[in-house]
């Protein structure tokens, strides 16, 4: 486990909710507790909590025949004003300022809207103000919904360049089997190196969150490639975040590949994100993928699908259907069409916002 400075802490439903459905403030006020210790030690973190839904069941009743989304809608919107000040009565406690950002997946689409957003986080850091994130439930639609808050924690880690992300849940990591079986052994490192893990994990998901162990790996994965170390904890453990520091921790951790550049990190995670298709011949495949680092100009180009504009996210494929990577783009897709297999034109995109997938 390496040291870290900027971490991500994402607090699962399950870590904050009892098996009644109502709030643990209990554990809440544990873990700010640990989290503030974190803080005087000298490291900045960025908290991404889920329970709204949890504080919401607690205070509005509803009957049972409400349509669920509704419902849910309703629990969530009043649940997260309990969720924020209860965080913040705990934390003003130990003197602590937090702010609360609320997302949707739209917000990482648009480079602009990424770039405000990575820029008022740092901003709050810099004063020393914990900032408490959460998706915006109330307005989020099912397509653009983020798979759970795991997702929601990997896209803000790579967002601000954090080294380290912890995904506290209910069990102490990935496990060989279902954790509850005892012939199930943690799996306590996961090296980049390492075959896939995946066929391990089982995909129920949690009795109160959104994802299952399954997305924790995948998000863990992804963010470990882009050069973050990934912890996934019981979040119900007393010590949980004193043992991270002091390196004591049973858990499951995501060794980090090289760090790579802020911009390759938000185009790692486009891939629900893209407004457009691109598919290239062999030779701008094979362009793509060599060690030179090249952009990908119209000459390479055999098939445009979608419209985009300028700054948007678009996904290239070779002539079988593969997915090579993603890429940002330099001009609108009308202005492409036109170049489309032309020699001495200026690349659709620029190797500086080009990601290619890693096929090792």
């Excluded at 949707?104 to 900032?131: V, W, Y």
């Excluded at 992804?222 to 010590?239: E, R, T």
Aim: proline share 3%; hydrophobic share 40%.
């Amino acid at each position: 486990m390496l040291d870290s400075k900027l971490l991500v802490i994402k607090i699962g439903s399950n870590v904050l909710t009892q098996e009644n459905g109502l709030p643990d403030l209990g554990r809440m006020e544990k873990l700010v507790s640990q989290i503030q210790k974190l803080l005087s030690a000298g490291k900045k973190v960025v908290l991404v909590s889920s329970g709204a839904v949890a504080f919401g069941r607690k205070s509005i009743p509803l009957p049972d025949k409400l349509n669920p989304v509704i419902k849910k809608q309703i629990w969530a919107s009043t649940g997260q004003i309990r969720l924020i000040n209860q965080y913040q009565s705990f934390f003003e406690q130990n003197g602590q300022a937090v702010a609360q950002i609320l997302v949707t997946k739209e917000d990482f689409r648009d480079r602009k809207h990424f770039l405000n957003m990575k820029n008022c986080i740092q901003a709050l850091l810099s004063q020393g103000i914990l900032p408490i994130i959460n998706e915006n439930d109330t307005v989020t639609i099912t397509e653009l919904m983020f798979t759970d808050n795991d997702e929601l924690a990997s896209l803000t880690a790579a967002m601000i360049n954090a080294d380290s992300l912890l995904l506290l849940t209910n069990v102490d990591g990935i496990f060989t089997g279902n954790p509850s079986d005892p012939e199930s052994k943690l799996i306590e490192k996961v090296a980049s190196s390492m075959p896939e893990v995946s066929n391990y994990i089982s995909a129920s998901k949690s009795s109160f969150g959104r994802g299952g162990m399954l997305t924790k790996y995948a998000m863990a994965k992804k963010s470990a490639d882009l050069g973050i170390q990934v912890i996934i904890a019981n979040g119900k453990s007393d010590d949980v975040l004193q043992q991270f520091a002091a390196k004591t921790l049973r858990c499951t951790w995501f060794e980090p590949k090289k760090a790579k550049q802020g911009v390759k990190k938000w185009l790692a995670h486009g891939s629900e994100y893209y407004k457009g298709e691109i598919t290239v011949n062999e030779g701008a495949k094979a362009s793509l993928n060599s060690e030179v680092i090249r952009s990908l100009l119209p000459i390479g180009i055999t098939q445009l699908t979608g419209e985009f504009v300028k700054g948007d996210i678009l996904l290239i494929k070779d002539e079988k259907g593969h997915k090579i990577g993603l890429g940002r783009a330099e001009y609108s897709s009308k202005v492409a069409l036109e170049k489309i297999g032309q020699k001495n034109q200026k690349a659709l995109i620029h190797y500086d916002y080009l990601y290619i997938f890693d096929h090792d």
